[in-house]
């Protein structure tokens, strides 16, 4: 089929992607595009697609990795060409495990893991918040419209759904695991905390591969429980006190779901199913997301990588070795004398901890120092051989010294060599200054565990 562009331009279909309610994706002969062709009841609606397609490509998206439409079709056809992502997937593949598989687990691993999974998560995360500063709204978050490259960039696209929050419209344009219950139930039109419920049923299921709301008796029942569920009829399927609804699939939450996690999903599925107000905002999802990405550590047998918490790799069980916590915080050396000068101990705003295994080089990153996520990483960690290798990567120089000795200040410099310091059991005496030493500036401490923590 050939479909021509407002721009007089024809493009040949040559391949279906993807399909769902609202009509196709397809390949086009150009492998720069993909076109997407809507399927519509009547004029009336092709009239008010049309209005609203045109709407969306005059929308502030330059600087935000969506596939906006760039051309739309002309009749008898209603849709747009849009720019084709080499090398993309759909989030899709990372939440639904194919039939073929036969142990869950080990495609989970194989398909990246829970790094992946983690990193791919915190920037749709970021993405859709950068969509709600502007006023705007993505509309129907799912797993098929959020796509990553290899290395992890994500984009979204299928966005002639993206607009300024809404009432209830007439014609329901969603994805039905997907979709907040008061937008499924027909109460409520889109805004940022529609968005929040589908990204944090998405997140769930991609991390846990279960969806929140379809536990067993929803799944045994006739499609009528399942819609009832949807709508926030149901208990969600690890609520803490009613076990009607819940799953006996899916990855055990302690490995795959940090506390502030689960805290998150308890607050979205819980009191935030049917009280839109109480749900945590995409942000606290981010910043959740990067602390447990920022906690992995990987296993010395199979190389897959699970909390630095759990004694024993949970996808080989085989023991984990030692690593090494580096602590970000802010400090003061004013206020830290006034503090020793009056015997009291200084305050510390903690930044967060990066988990430092003997698997390869971590990295001090930019959302350590400002939560920004975006930026080349400040300093490379690498722990061997009981040793920790210290190397600016920004082009500032930074200082080791000791905690109660300032005679052995070292610079750590991007042009010099490592530099590399024994490291016992415990917290080391070595810190390392981010900054002036005289004023308020970013400081890491290192502790040595020995093995996992219970």
């Known amino acids: 089929m050939n479909v021509k562009d407002d721009g007089g331009r024809t493009h040949e279909l040559v391949g279906e992607l993807g399909t769902g309610g609202q009509g196709s994706v397809y390949a086009t002969q150009d492998e720069r595009y993909v076109v997407k062709v809507l399927r519509l009841p009547d004029e009336a609606a092709r009239d008010q697609w049309l209005r609203r397609l045109s709407a969306v490509r005059n929308l502030p998206l330059e600087d935000l990795k969506i596939a ?5 079709l002309q009749r008898p056809h209603v849709g747009y060409v849009m720019e084709r992502v080499p090398g993309a997937q759909p989030l899709a593949s990372l939440c ?10 080990e495609w989970y691993v194989r398909t990246g893991g829970l790094r992946r999974r983690l990193a791919v998560l915190a920037r749709t995360a970021r993405l859709l918040g950068h969509l709600h500063s502007r006023g705007l709204v993505y509309g129907d978050p799912s797993p098929a419209n959020v796509l990553f490259s290899g290395d992890d960039t994500v984009s979204l696209i299928d966005v002639d759904n993206l607009r300024y929050a809404s009432k209830p419209l007439s014609e329901r344009v969603l994805t039905p695991w997907f979709a907040a219950p008061e937008v499924y139930a027909g109460r409520s039109g889109v805004n940022s905390l529609t968005d929040a419920f589908a990204f944090a049923a998405m997140a ?33 399927i ?13 990855l055990p939450r302690t490995l795959v779901l940090t506390p502030a996690l689960r805290a998150l999903a308890e607050q979205t599925f819980g009191e935030g199913l049917l009280d839109p107000l109480a749900r945590p905002g995409l942000s606290a999802w981010e910043e959740a997301l ?21 004694a024993e790799c949970p996808w080989c069980e085989v023991s984990r070795g030692p690593y090494v916590l580096a602590g970000v915080q802010v400090t003061d050396q004013e206020v830290t004398d006034l503090a020793s000068a009056q015997g009291v101990p200084a305050p510390t705003m903690n930044l967060g901890t990066v988990v ?23 300093v490379e960690l690498t722990f061997r ?8 990567l920004d082009k500032a120089t930074y200082t080791l010294r000791r905690e109660t000795r300032d005679k052995d200040d070292v610079p750590v410099e991007q042009e010099g060599k490592p530099k590399r310091f024994p490291l016992a059991p415990g917290r080391s005496a070595w810190q390392l200054h ?21």
Not at 385 to 392: A, K, P, Q, Y
Not at 434 to 452: P, S, Y
């Open 68 to 72: 906006r439409p760039i051309r739309l």
């Open 96 to 105: 639904q495990v194919p039939h073929v598989e036969a142990t869950p687990g």
């Open 204 to 236: 769930f299921q991609t991390l846990t591969l279960v969806h929140p709301l379809l536990g067993d008796q929803v799944s045994q029942d006739e499609a009528e429980a399942e819609e009832a569920a949807l709508r926030g009829e149901w208990p969600w």
């Open 238 to 250: 690890d609520h803490p006190h009613d076990d009607r609804n819940r799953s006996s699939t899916g």
């Open 290 to 310: 990067w602390e447990a990405m920022d906690r992995l550590l990987a296993c010395p047998s199979c190389g897959a990588e699970a909390d630095h918490t759990l």
């Open 356 to 378: 430092i295994g003997t698997d390869g080089a971590r990295y001090i990153q930019p959302r350590h120092f400002t939560g920004e996520a975006q930026g080349a990483s400040h």
């Open 385 to 392: 051989d009981g040793r920790l290798s210290v190397r600016s």
């Open 434 to 454: 981010l900054g002036a030493l005289a004023g308020q500036h970013r400081l890491v401490t290192f502790d040595l565990v020995e093995r996992a923590q219970q």
